[in-house]
């Protein structure tokens, strides 16, 4: 058992032999998925609960998936219907999920370290579902995942993320797990959408998508995430298209068996383009969401076991 942790809060600080762990597990959950057979004995009697304070559609419904694949109680709690509308805290909240004995948290929220927060407070393993523009560790692994499983390797290719890497938690964490096991990562985009000092994370920084694509194994998109902009930093969509949205042709300067991804949700014709997210062989956007579901299953499995953890 190589990952000695409580909790899943962040990539960065995983080392690869953990992070190998979880992939390899992941996997063998993918063809647990693809027979048809569960596995509803090893999470029975636990409870795991949903607790998600932004939006989300994949993330949530899979958690909710891998947890019930694995024979656990799953809560789902949105913020809408929960008395934190009431105002009650974020701290008041883990108090109250604490006294229900859950087993496994899963936390989304807008603001960075909330979750690592929530672990503090509560007894259960908490898993950081996204958390504002810091992390989003099953992200990253559900993309190496998929990577490594049609590239047969998830070492020395060359990535590059594309766009609003500001905003972006996928961005960090896929950096910190890419850079990790020895990939060369490129970032690209506007100056605007580059948040400061993000070459200091071991990423070469490009600004035209031309010399960022050029020699790429896979071009990895990224929402423009506009309800984090407290200011314009893009013009016009069709404008961010133009320069930096994906399309057959910026496609053409990468590496011809390039592949494509994108943790979605996508904007088309923003970000990109239909002829590309569709693309019956390049694109990986359906596998990603796929593998997602194994990924949960392989986190929620070791966590579950706890043999010899460190606490955090
Ligand atoms: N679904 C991903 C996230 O929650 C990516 C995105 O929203 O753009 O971070």
């Known amino acids: 058992m190589f990952y000695r942790q409580k909790h899943l809060l962040a990539i960065e600080g995983l080392t690869p032999p953990e992070i190998g762990h979880l992939l390899e597990l992941a996997d063998s959950y993918v063809l647990l998925n693809r027979s048809g057979k569960t596995q509803r004995d090893l999470l029975r009697g636990r409870t795991l609960?949903?607790?998600?304070?932004e939006d989300s559609t994949r993330t949530r419904t899979s958690f909710e998936l891998a947890g019930k694949r694995l024979g656990a109680d799953v809560i789902n709690m949105s913020v809408s219907t929960s008395s934190v509308n009431k105002g009650e805290t974020l701290l008041d909240t883990a108090a109250t999920l604490n006294a229900m004995q859950c087993d496994l948290l899963v936390v989304r929220h807008d603001?960075?370290?909330?979750?690592?927060?929530l672990a503090r407070k509560v007894d259960a393993s908490v898993i950081n579902a996204g958390d504002g523009t810091h992390e989003h560790p099953t992200q990253a692994l559900l993309d190496a995942l998929t990577i490594k499983r049609r590239k047969g390797r998830i070492e020395g290719l060359t990535v590059a993320i594309c766009g609003d890497v500001l905003h972006s938690r996928v961005a960090r964490s896929n950096i910190h797990l890419?850079?990790?096991?020895?990939?060369?990562v490129r970032v690209v985009g506007p100056p605007t959408l580059l948040p400061a000092g993000i070459a200091d994370l071991g990423v070469s920084v490009f600004h035209d998508m031309k010399s960022g694509l050029e020699g790429a194994d896979i071009v990895m998109m990224l929402r423009l995430q506009k309800e984090r902009m407290t200011r314009g930093l893009v013009p016009s969509a069709r404008e961010y298209f133009r320069f930096w949205g994906l399309d057959a042709a910026k496609l053409a300067y990468a590496n011809d068996d390039?592949?494509?991804?994108h943790p979605g949700p996508m904007n088309r014709g923003v970000e990109i383009d239909s002829a590309v997210a569709d693309?019956?062989?390049?694109?990986?956007i359906k596998e990603q969401v796929e593998m997602g579901v194994a990924v949960r299953m392989a986190v929620l499995d070791t966590l579950s076991r706890g043999d010899g953890r460190n606490d955090v």
């Open 111 to 117: 603001q960075s370290g909330a979750p690592n927060l």
């Open 258 to 261: 390039a592949l494509i991804m």
């Open 178 to 184: 890419l850079t990790t096991l020895g990939n060369r």
């Open 49 to 53: 609960i949903n607790l998600f304070f």
């Open 279 to 284: 693309h019956p062989t390049r694109s990986l």
